[in-house]
């Protein structure tokens, strides 16, 4: 039966967009040249005499030079690195990076983690985002599909399809591997044909504009309060 599923689980690889991809990159260099020119132009911001700024920068400069040579190592090597393609197949899921390498995550390494006692699949948080994340050799590891990630050459616009395969995977693979119901439930994920779930998403868009209303409502309603009173 797992030969024949072997069979039907086609590969699924990563698309680029290269739109977003452009937009992204534009905006973070945007980003990042302002926070260089504020932070070069720093102690001219707060020094109100001539003395005052030849004290701050002799004591800011090499501090700062420091910084930012260690911080453009950081994204020269994490570019050297950067994940090219993405694919997902009878196997695992594979990450194909632009030095030659590949990092895998496999079915067969998947099993319990130390943060999850009930699951062995299951959401965890990172910057206030939901990530699936899995347990390998007691860790836990969180399996990112969509290139936002500082290391990744492109944006992927398939990054949900890439994922609910990869759940798909470990349904069919490793029925023994449990797998969080909010998993379904956060990615918009049919249970049953792991596809992208439009009726779950639209759900979940309702509910957070709703609940941004409601902030928005009780914001108003108490800045009118305030208003009367005074």
């Known amino acids: 039966m797992q030969e024949n599923f072997r069979k039907d689980f086609l590969p699924l690889a990563s698309k680029p967009s290269w739109i977003m991809t452009w937009l ?3 905006f973070g260099g945007a980003v990042l040249l302002i926070m260089f020119i504020v ?3 720093f102690p001219f911001l707060v020094s109100g005499s001539i003395k005052i700024l030849i004290v701050v920068a002799i004591l800011y400069y090499p501090v700062w030079a420091v910084a930012m040579y260690r911080f453009f190592r950081y994204m020269r090597r994490n570019m050297a690195i950067a994940i090219k393609k993405i694919i997902v197949d009878d196997k695992g899921v594979h990450f194909y990076k632009k030095d030659g390498s590949v990092d895998d995550v496999l079915y067969s390494q998947l099993g319990p983690s130390y943060l999850s006692d009930n699951y062995e699949v299951y ?3 990172q910057h206030k985002t939901w990530m699936l ?3 390998i050799d ?7 599909f969509d290139g936002t990630h500082l290391g990744s050459m492109y944006y992927i616009k398939n990054a949900r399809a890439l994922r ?23 990615f918009s994920i049919h249970p049953e044909k792991f596809t992208f779930d439009g009726k779950r998403y639209m759900k979940h868009v309702v509910d957070n504009a709703v609940g941004v209303g409601v902030l928005l409502l009780i914001s108003g309603l108490i800045i009118v309060i305030i208003r009367i009173m005074k």
């Open 24 to 26: 992204m990159n534009i």
């Open 39 to 41: 932070l070069a132009v």
């Open 123 to 125: 959401i965890s948080t």
């Open 133 to 135: 994340a899995v347990g």
């Open 138 to 144: 007691r860790s836990e590891i969180k399996v990112v």
């Open 164 to 186: 609910a395969r990869f759940i798909e995977g470990i349904a069919r693979f490793r029925p023994d591997l449990r797998i969080d119901p909010l998993v379904f439930e956060e």
